[in-house]
């Protein structure tokens, strides 16, 4: 058994349809640093899904899907550190230097500070 085989992404944590990806955008809680902005919306599953949204600012369709496998990757190897429940969609910023490395750092720090906030505004607002 290889080491990363319990990190695999299922159908399930993926967000693909418009509307989901509408409701996230519609919540408005957002961070970003250098190399990712983040979108989240709380959901009422007991998993947490991400969408990737790489625009045609960050060139060619070939550099394009490099940015999106890359943050693919990095949230598949983060998936269990992550708190639940949440679904993001992952933005990359328009750098050319942005590694797999800098993407994982980013949604590990942005992730749980988004997750913080999100529960302070349920509470507020109850």
């Known amino acids: 058994m290889s080491e990363n085989s319990g990190f695999r992404l ?5 967000l693909r349809r418009a509307q989901d990806f509408e409701r996230v955008y519609g919540s408005g809680v957002r961070s970003g640093d250098d190399h990712l902005l983040i ?11 991400a969408g990737v949204s790489v625009s045609r ?3 060619s369709a070939v550099h394009r899907n490099v940015k999106r496998r890359r943050l693919k990757e990095a949230f598949r190897l983060l998936q269990h ?4 429940g949440l679904d993001l969609i992952l933005i990359p910023r328009q750098r ?5 490395v800098d993407y994982k750092a980013s949604i590990k720090s942005l992730v749980p500070r988004l997750a ?7 509470e507020s607002g109850s």
């Open 10 to 14: 299922t159908p399930q944590m993926h």
């Open 116 to 122: 913080r906030r999100l529960q302070r505004n349920s």
């Open 81 to 84: 550190e992550l708190p639940s």
């Open 96 to 100: 050319d230097d942005s590694a797999l």
């Open 57 to 59: 600012k960050h060139g």
């Open 39 to 49: 979108f989240v919306h709380s959901n009422d599953l007991n998993v947490i899904r």
